[in-house]
């Protein structure tokens, strides 16, 4: 009994919290204003769910991240910026699993109704989604400390996703585009080392605006056999890949690819970009596996895509991950990191 009043006055709590007096008001004028009204969307905002038709023949690819001002952006950060990054990296998820973005659900919560904080939020938000054909169907918009969260479904045809547990002893290990400009980028906005102002705005601008790599995902589509998105480094993320496939990795680090940008960030040593390029999270590069008979396959598909993609790396049977340089084990130890050989425990 106790139990069931302690969260009835939970839920009078929380009810007393939404922002009632304007809240409809917000949501009409912000929120159900995108130009993109997708023709599988049956219901949008307005009722009290969203309706979408689905072919016969598709699964629906879903993922939820949540930011929350404080931990993954501060209070006072660019509200277009934050929107960006909330979407983007919702998207790479989908593009990861090889999903064609479709819906997107928007739990906002706001200390106040600060209309110079929503305008640019929403402008940037639908510039992204329009982008990228998806339709932001529903939500919720609650008083309280500044947190996004987004839940976004994405298309892919059945039997066609691409996960992390399907990696096979022998196949080719890939990343797009380059590795390393996102923490270049980080480290330029926390102070922590300097460059010409040029270079710092182009670094910067990577880190705040990697472009999900959505074509990419579907291109991979009955060619890659595991994938997933960069968002806490390679070296971190590609662990994923090894635990769920019940393979191990092997990473040639002579083969990450550096930017020109990086490399002149670093005053051409190279050690130190292919420290950050290992370590950089928030890349939103994919990272993929595909049998060595599938390259001519690879090749093609990525073709259309205008998107450079890299062999980094061998799965091999066993377990864990192994850095090489030249062939042999690395001499050097990455940041953050206790072995130069980074085994699962
Ligand atoms: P309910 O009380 O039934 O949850 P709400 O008042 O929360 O309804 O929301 C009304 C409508 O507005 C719903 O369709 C909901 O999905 C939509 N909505 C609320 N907040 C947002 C938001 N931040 N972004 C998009 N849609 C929203
Ligand atoms: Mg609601």
């Not at 605006?209 to 997933?228: D, H, M, N, Q």
């Not at 596996?289 to 093609?300: C, I």
Request: glycine share 6%; aromatic share 8%; proline share 3%.
């Amino acid at each position: 009994m106790k139990e069931v009043s302690l969260l009835a006055g939970f839920f009078l709590l929380r009810k007393k919290r939404t922002m009632a007096k304007n809240e409809f008001d917000i949501i009409k004028h912000y929120f159900a204003q995108q130009q993109l009204q997708r023709d599988d969307v049956a219901l949008a905002i307005g009722d009290d769910c969203a309706l979408v038709n689905v072919a016969a023949d598709y699964s629906v690819a879903v993922s939820t991240d949540s930011l929350v001002a404080g931990t993954h952006f501060l209070a006072d950060a660019d509200p277009a910026a934050v929107a960006y990054k909330a979407l983007a990296s919702n998207l790479s998820d989908l593009a990861a699993m090889g999903a064609t973005p479709a819906w997107v659900s928007l739990a906002l919560t706001l200390p106040t109704i600060d209309e110079a904080w929503l305008a640019p939020f929403c402008h940037s938000f639908f510039e992204l989604a329009n982008q990228y054909n998806i339709q932001l169907i529903g939500g919720d918009t609650t008083k309280g400390p500044l947190s996004i969260t987004l839940t976004v479904q994405g298309l892919v045809p059945r039997g066609q996703a691409l996960t992390r547990s399907g990696a096979q002893v022998e196949d080719d290990v890939y990343v797009t585009g380059y590795l390393g400009d996102s923490a270049a980028g980080l480290a330029l906005i926390l102070g922590q080392q300097d460059c010409d102002a040029h270079l710092a705005a182009t670094l910067i601008e990577r880190h705040f605006k990697a472009s999900p790599r959505v074509s990419v995902g579907e291109a991979l589509r009955g060619i890659a056999s595991a994938a997933l998105d960069i968002s806490d480094g390679v070296v971190a993320d590609v662990k994923h890949i090894a635990e769920r496939s019940n393979i191990a990795i092997e990473i040639e680090v002579e083969q990450l690819p550096l930017s020109a940008e990086l490399l002149a960030f670093c005053k051409g040593d190279r050690q130190q970009a292919q420290q950050l390029a290992l370590s950089s999270g928030e890349e939103y590069e994919l990272c993929f596996t595909a049998p060595a008979a599938n390259r001519d396959a690879l090749k093609a598909a990525l073709a259309h895509t205008n998107v450079k993609y890299s062999c980094i790396g061998k799965v091999k049977a066993g377990s864990g991950l192994s850095l090489l340089q030249f062939g042999k084990p690395l001499t050097w130890r990455l940041f953050g990191w206790d072995h130069f050989v980074v085994k699962d425990n």
